[in-house]
């Protein structure tokens, strides 16, 4: 018996994603298949790392994860950004290299697990024009246009941390630029999700993409 979460490992072949495996093994009871479970499975894992092989041999439709509450991490070998960027708009929560060095792993999976998600930094503006064009002609599950009653209930530094998020800054920068810890980023952030009525960092960079945040910081 364990208490640990679990976490699935999916690729088409054995052994693939093994340095992952035995790294995460270590916080995380790990399982490991060839394709993804039937969907009524799905909610007994915390976060399922995919092989970006399936989904370029057309295996597995990235966009059909989507119907899934499950987290989807995808490792690739030298992925092209444009598919690291659909990967996100389709319901992934970041891309990974499998080849990582261990420091990177921990620390993607450890963000993803704090609700964050995983891919450059330069990316971040793309996924979000690229879903603010979709909400255009799709109209999906985004956020509704900000209230600014909402924002001016954010203090000063909430709205600074907000500036950087609508930035694509992650949080290790953010607690940089802004001389505080990591730690008080993330309560920060737990507290503008909640002002503000949104799930996620993404969604909140989409809500504040053309938000003058400027306008709204006159309190100390």
């Not at 009524?40 to 370029?56: K, R």
């Not at 450059?120 to 002609?137: E, N, P, Y």
């Not at 507290?191 to 503000?196: D, H, Q, Y």
């Amino acid at each position: 018996m364990t208490d640990k979460k679990t976490i699935l490992f999916v690729a088409p072949q054995p052994n693939q994603l093994n340095n992952w495996e035995q790294l995460l093994s270590l916080n995380f009871a790990v399982m490991h298949a060839q394709q993804l479970p039937d969907a009524t499975l799905m909610s007994q894992y915390v976060l399922i790392v995919l092989d970006a092989a399936l989904i370029d041999q057309g295996l597995l439709d990235i966009s059909s994860i989507k119907q899934f509450q499950t987290k989807f991490l995808i490792v690739g070998q030298q992925w092209p950004e444009d598919q690291q960027v659909h990967a996100l708009v389709g319901g992934a929560v970041g891309y990974c290299e499998i080849s990582a060095p261990a420091s990177i792993i921990l620390q993607a999976t450890e963000s993803i697990m704090q609700g964050d998600i995983w891919i450059q930094r330069h990316l971040v503006h793309k996924v979000i024009g690229l879903l603010v064009k979709i909400t255009a002609t799709q109209q999906p599950e985004l956020p509704s246009p900000i209230d600014t009653a909402a924002l001016k209930t954010l203090s000063s530094r909430e709205l600074d941390v907000a500036k950087l998020i609508r930035q694509g800054t992650c949080n290790k920068d953010i607690a940089s630029t802004l001389f505080i810890s990591e730690r008080t980023v993330k309560a920060h952030l737990s507290s503008i999700f909640k002002k503000l009525n949104v799930s996620d960092r993404l969604h909140l960079g989409i809500l504040l993409k053309d938000v003058q945040i400027e306008l709204f910081q006159q309190h100390d």
